[in-house]
T-cell receptor, first 113, second 111 residues
Framework: GAVVSQHPSWVICKSGTSVKIECRSL??????MFWYRQFPKQSLMLMATSNEGSKATYEQGVEKDKFLINHASLTLSTLTVTSAHPEDSSFYICSAPRARGYTFGSGTRLTVV | GQQLNQSPQSMFIQEGEDVSMNCTSS?????WLWYKQDPGEGPVLLIA?????ELTSNGRLTAQFGITRKDSFLNISASIPSDVGIYFCAGQLVGNNDMRFGAGTRLTVKP
């Protein structure tokens, strides 16, 4: 079935550094990728939508200069958390729409110290 | 933000019992999806519903797309310990491509 490979699965970084998270569609072309953030014991909150070949669209309250999204090809979308701070620590998950349902990556747990 | 109201927030049941959870909204959805998430992992699709009134089963799981297109329920019959996890409903609004999630139902099954 359709698989979205997300890396890294976890990362610890120092405050002020940047972290890149990748999501690759392995056996299909993903023209759209959704990026979610999930805090402990909470639901998934949509951050932004990336579209191959065009600018990402961000949900209200999400800083586009802090969360840089690039959809470089039909199989790769990246989220870069720039100048990370401890409050950015969270579980980040990507998702690609499919013919039936949406396929999720396995998530990236980001811890900023 | 959240546009789906999912309940209950948590459930503690005995192995073998049946479980029911639901999602409601004031908005109309053209797709309802039910996911299960294990700790530290991404959600996994359980059931997808695409038509009002649709009733679909996946093993011990049954879900229905409400007639009004504003609600959906998920039933789990004869629960087992591996059913433990967080269950999310998700809906795709009419005219939108993205998906909105309910707050989740945390299920605990006691052996």
């Amino acid at each position: 079935g359709a698989v979205v490979s997300q890396h890294p699965s976890w990362v610890i970084c120092k405050s002020g550094t940047s972290v890149k998270i990748e999501c690759r569609s392995l056996d299909f072309q993903a023209t759209t990728m959704f990026w979610y953030r999930q805090f402990p014991k909470q639901s998934l909150m949509l951050m932004a939508t990336s579209n191959e070949g065009s600018k990402a669209t961000y949900e209200q309250g999400v800083e586009k200069d802090k969360f840089l999204i690039n959809h470089a090809s039909l199989t790769l979308s990246t989220l870069t958390v720039t100048s990370a701070h401890p409050e950015d620590s969270s579980f980040y998950i990507c998702s690609a729409p499919r013919a039936r349902g949406y396929t999720f990556g396995s998530g990236t747990r980001l811890t900023v110290v | 933000g959240q546009q789906l109201n999912q309940s209950p927030q948590s459930m503690f049941i005995q192995e073998g019992e049946d479980v029911s959870m639901n999602c409601t909204s004031s908005s109309i959805f053209n797709t309802w999806l039910w996911y299960k998430q294990d700790p530290g992992e991404g959600p996994v699709l359980l059931i997808a519903l695409y038509k009002a009134g649709e009733l679909t089963s996946n093993g011990r799981l049954t879900a229905q797309f409400g007639i009004t297109r504003k609600d959906s329920f998920l039933n789990i019959s004869a629960s087992i310990p591996s059913d433990v996890g967080i269950y999310f409903c998700a809906g795709q609004l009419v005219g939108n491509n993205d998906m909105r999630f309910g707050a989740g139902t945390r299920l605990t099954v006691k052996p």
